[in-house]
């Protein structure tokens, strides 16, 4: 493997419910993050409120301080993790740390919904990444997929269960008759509700996010002012047990839709508690799941369902944004290459595994032999055999693949394609019958 020695720095604002999981798992599997990024991560600094708190982590007493603004200022850190929560000071370390050079993975989406487009701005004129995997429904996906997989396709509507604390809430009363009080504190004991939990029951977590799926979904930018927003506090165990008759379910929904106005199509969010019919597959989302609903004209129905809240499942996300910023890190920090995207000539996909043999340029100066070797192994195609011709920007690599199916060769080409690292994959050729 071609890892840099230069460690790319990482710090952390926060070390509460998320903040302890990210740093676990940074520490905890470092050598395997190496390998996917190219580049080792150290954990160089972890910001916290209250120095004297004890905290179930194995790391150094050192890296802790609580002077956070002096820590984003240190000037020679690759990313900065903000899972301090609030508005501010969240909003201005996040400034900061943009002003100082690095990149910044957040999980706050009441500061993205409330001051996004200012962030976003200092993000461009900084050219460095702000990512919010984990602010939108915890644990799942639904950033990228917007973003980028579902960017060419027409959204009509996106029905979420978004807030894993109310989903819990409800389904407690719902499943075992538990009163609000007693399944609100079992949701903050599970590290599922915000430090002040009227965000959750009040809907304005939800509301939060609905702005941030509204955004992604019809490409514009809406505000928590924006979203008409009703929480789940006047919701009673009678109004759970009718539905329960009706054959339905309650549900705290956020819904995004278009919606014709005296002035034209506008853009629409909501978040208020709706009777879903058991039929519908939200009403089978149960405890702190969410799941995301997208209707779109060419892709038909899609849903995205998992974990909505707690340390281990947003730190799953938090992890993956901070792999992605790392991974563009590494390619400004050890040398840029070529900005042009692969052109990529796959010939006609048959059903059958055979070897293939690519021609991948690239700048090999960015740990690119990890970073391919792991798409590679991420659609179970094993290399067979590398071979390197050129050096730096000039790079080639050669490869001939192990048996492989077509479809996983397609897909790790794709994979390939999107690599700022990789400039082109100027031939895929079947090697039948094997060499
Ligand atoms: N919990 C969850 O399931 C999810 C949370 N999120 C988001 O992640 C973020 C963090 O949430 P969570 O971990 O639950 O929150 P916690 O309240 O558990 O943790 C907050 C952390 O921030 C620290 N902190 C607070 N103020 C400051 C400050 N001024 N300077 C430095 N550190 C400070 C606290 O320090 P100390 O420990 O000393 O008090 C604590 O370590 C929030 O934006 C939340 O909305 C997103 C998805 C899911
Ligand atoms: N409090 C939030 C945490 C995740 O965003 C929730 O309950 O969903």
Do not use: W
């Amino acid at each position: 493997m071609n890892a840099h020695d230069r460690p790319l720095r990482v710090a952390l604002l926060g070390c509460g419910v998320v903040g302890t999981e990210v740093a676990r798992r940074l520490t905890r599997d470092a050598d395997e993050l190496a390998q996917r990024v190219g580049a080792p991560l150290e954990l160089v600094g972890i910001a916290v409120r209250n120095l004297d708190t004890p905290r179930d982590l194995d790391v150094p007493a050192e890296l802790f301080t609580d002077d956070a603004a002096a820590l984003v200022r240190r000037g020679d850190l690759d990313i900065v993790v903000e899972v301090v929560g609030g508005i501010e000071p969240a909003g201005d370390l996040i400034r900061a740390a943009l002003e100082h050079g690095a990149s910044v993975v957040t999980a706050n989406k009441a500061l993205l919904a409330d001051q996004g487009a200012d962030l976003f701005e200092a993000a461009d004129k900084a050219q460095r990444d702000l990512s919010f995997e984990a602010a939108i429904a915890g644990a799942i996906p639904i950033v990228r997929p917007l973003r980028e997989s579902l960017a060419g396709d027409r959204i009509r509507r996106v029905l979420g269960i978004v807030n894993g604390t109310t989903n819990y809430i409800l389904d407690q009363m719902t499943t075992l008759g538990q009163t609000f009080d007693e399944a609100l504190a079992e949701a903050q004991r599970l590290g599922y509700a915000e430090a002040d939990p009227t965000a959750d029951v009040e809907g304005h977590d939800a509301a939060a996010k609905a702005a941030l799926l509204a955004g992604l979904a019809f490409h514009t930018h809406l505000t928590l002012d924006d979203v008409h927003c009703e929480g789940i506090t006047s919701v009673t165990a009678d109004a759970v047990q009718s539905a329960a008759e009706m054959g339905s379910v309650v549900k705290l929904l956020a819904i995004c839709e278009q919606i014709d106005t005296p002035d034209g199509p506008a853009v629409g969010a909501r978040v208020h508690p709706a009777m879903v019919p058991l039929s519908h597959p939200l009403a089978s989302v149960r405890g702190a799941y969410n799941a995301v609903f997208v209707e779109s004209e060419a892709a038909g129905e899609l849903m995205f369902y998992g974990p909505g809240a707690g340390g281990a499942p947003t730190a799953s996300a938090v992890l993956g944004d901070i792999v992605s910023a790392a991974r563009n890190r590494a390619s400004d920090v050890f040398g840029p290459g070529e900005t042009s995207h692969a052109d990529v000539r796959l010939l006609p996909i048959g059903s059958a595994h055979t070897q293939y043999h690519l021609v991948i340029e690239v700048d090999d100066r960015a740990g690119v032999l990890a970073i391919i070797a792991q798409e590679f192994a991420r659609f179970g195609v094993s290399i067979k055999t590398l071979r390197q011709e050129g050096l730096g920007s000039d790079a080639r690599l050669i490869i001939v693949t192990h048996e492989a199916e077509d479809a996983s060769l397609a897909a790790t080409v794709e994979i390939l394609r999107g690599l700022e690292v990789v400039r082109d994959v100027s031939s895929v050729m079947r090697v039948e019958g094997g060499s």
